[in-house]
């Protein structure tokens, strides 16, 4: 495996190179920061680190929505070689007590929604809470500690008397193999754990990245996804700092509302989403169109396909904002019929595999070159394997080794046992099959598998894509009742419903859209019932649903 540039040493070639250009910004507020104010506010929080006598190694944690001013403190601990605790603002405040107390964090800064509901009695070993929106001490454990925050700023004056320029600037790359982060995500079936990520596995993703998702000069990116969530940090915030892009925050909640006004005002050259946002968007301004009786003869007509299709292909690129190279797709499956329409239109989409415990990334592939229905192929630095006798034919979980994989769950030493093979493989937990060309296919979760009468493989998630392809379906989770299948429904219960109803209730339209979905099944993963549900399912912040929580 080749060798790879610490990406602070990216970061650092890029604040001196594009010191006036912009290089974070927060969609409907007046927070903007240059690379060069970027860099003078990341040398002001050093300065306070050290008066509050915060050494390299001690943790400190983020807790709060996207926005410009958690990416400058998560830029400045990374440089000054403490450890970033990166918690979930979703949490409850118990929650983020927990695990808070469990980082070992010496200090916690928060947005206004976590401030809201955290006790800071709960937290007895932190010196003090930040408001992370304009830096002032919400609550410091001694008066000491507040008069030594409240100097930082004199300090700054007299460290820096002339003002700070970038030939100051001179940020750490002797420590690639130590701690950067902890990272503390929700899972579906488990007890969130801190997933120990070291400069190394966060460099070998920005190496990625510059060699394989090339950055050109003015391109802007919108950060959309959680960025205490790896997929969001790496590649909507760090990567894209460490090559110079414009990074715009949006930090408000993402709705379909909210995300087309900000493609439109940002004109991103890269969208990271999750499958449940992009089959939002097809489903509610592509398939109605392309479903209408005429327009089914003209989509298969030889000649005129070609016209509607470029048609199509361009009112959704205009709606993403209209300078997009790259639409990738993680987090989970992407459902099949939005794909098929994605590929037909031969859309820049890919569709790749990742997980927190490699920050985050196992394998992408060019969109031009990428395999219908696959993952990809493993990246550089990275090697895979399938558990099985035959893993062009049988699924077995896929084993990972490489830069990227985790040094392992923070203080928990049987969970990281756990996730390694004797060998030095890390168990995914996923599984799936890797065709002759090395593509990925994945079939499911180990965890979700089900077995049939007769000990065959059902995999849920695949039960539930064809589904979710159902007329009036949102979501659907397939559930395991006494060895007889049964699919939980949350149905569409707009206006809009009525009309394809006919005048027939919500379980007669559903019970023949099972029917309808069993015909394309085998006989032992056919569903034997459906259950409507009132509201959507629980969710974690990136979308998975929490299966866990449904029997």
């Not at 401030?115 to 930040?130: A, C, E, H, W």
């Not at 039960?463 to 429904?489: H, I, T, W």
């Not at 007669?508 to 399912?537: C, D, G, H």
């Amino acid at each position: 495996m080749k060798q790879v540039t610490h990406y602070l040493s990216y970061f650092e070639n890029t604040v001196k190179n594009q010191w006036n250009d912009a290089a974070l910004t927060d969609l409907d507020s007046n927070t903007h920061y240059t690379y060069g104010q970027l860099a003078e506010q990341i040398a002001h929080l050093h300065l306070t680190f050290q008066n509050l006598g915060i050494k390299p190694g001690d943790k400190i944690a983020l807790c709060g929505r996207n926005c410009s001013n958690w990416a400058l403190t998560f830029l400045a601990i990374e440089t000054y070689k403490a450890v970033a605790v990166s918690i979930l603002p979703d949490f409850t405040g118990e929650g983020i007590h927990t695990l808070v107390n469990h980082s070992d964090a010496k200090l916690l800064y928060v947005g206004p929604i976590v401030k809201s509901k955290i006790d800071p009695t709960q937290m007895p070993s932190l010196l003090g809470i930040v408001f992370m929106d304009d830096f002032s001490m919400y609550h410091c454990a001694n008066d000491d500690i507040k008069n030594k925050y409240d100097e930082t700023s004199q300090l700054f004056a007299s460290t820096y008397p002339n003002g700070f320029i970038a030939d100051y600037i001179n940020y750490p790359t002797d420590n690639i193999d130590e701690l950067a982060l902890i990272n503390y995500t929700s899972g579906t079936t488990n007890a969130p754990k801190g997933v120990m990520l070291s400069h190394l596995n966060i460099s070998g993703n920005v190496d990625f990245g510059v060699h394989r998702i090339p950055h050109q000069e003015g391109d802007k990116v919108l950060s959309m996804l959680p960025v205490a969530h790896m997929f969001g940090l790496m590649f909507e915030f760090i990567y894209q700092v460490c090559v110079g892009a414009h990074v715009h925050f949006l930090t408000k909640a993402p709705t379909p509302t909210t995300l087309m006004r900000a493609f439109s005002e940002v004109h991103p050259y890269m969208i990271l989403t999750v499958p449940l946002v992009i089959e939002k968007i097809i489903r509610k301004s592509v398939l109605p169109v392309i479903n209408k009786p005429m327009m089914k003869i003209l989509w298969h007509t030889p000649l005129i396909n070609n016209i509607i299709k470029k048609k199509v292909r361009e009112k959704l690129m205009s709606a993403f904002g209209g300078k997009l190279r790259y639409l990738i797709i993680g987090g989970a499956a992407l459902n099949e019929e939005v794909e098929e329409c994605l590929k037909q239109i031969k859309f820049v989409y890919t569709v790749g595999y990742g997980m927190t415990e490699c920050a985050p990334l196992i394998t992408y592939e060019d969109w031009y070159r990428y395999a219908y229905r696959s993952c990809g192929k493993c990246i550089d630095n990275m090697e895979m394997r399938i558990d099985s006798a035959n893993p062009a034919t049988h699924e077995g979980e896929l084993l990972v080794r490489g830069i990227n994989v985790m040094m392992g769950y923070y203080k928990n030493e049987e969970a990281t046992q756990a996730a390694f093979t004797k060998d030095g493989w890390m168990r995914t937990g996923d599984l799936g099959i890797i065709d002759k060309e090395g593509n990925l296919f994945l079939k499911g979760r180990n965890k979700n598998l089900i077995l049939g009468p007769s000990g065959q493989n059902i995999y849920p998630e695949e039960l539930e894509d064809k589904f979710n392809s159902m007329p009036l379906v949102v979501e659907s989770v397939v559930v395991d009742r006494e060895g007889k299948l049964v699919a939980l429904v949350y149905p569409d219960t707009t206006p809009a419903s009525k009309q394809i109803l006919h005048g027939q209730t919500m379980e007669e339209f559903m019970e023949k859209n099972r029917q309808r979905v069993n015909k394309s099944l085998p006989t032992y993963s056919q569903i034997s019932a459906v259950e409507l549900v009132a509201n959507e399912f629980e969710k974690t912040p990136k979308r998975s649903i929490k299966r866990f929580m449904y029997k």
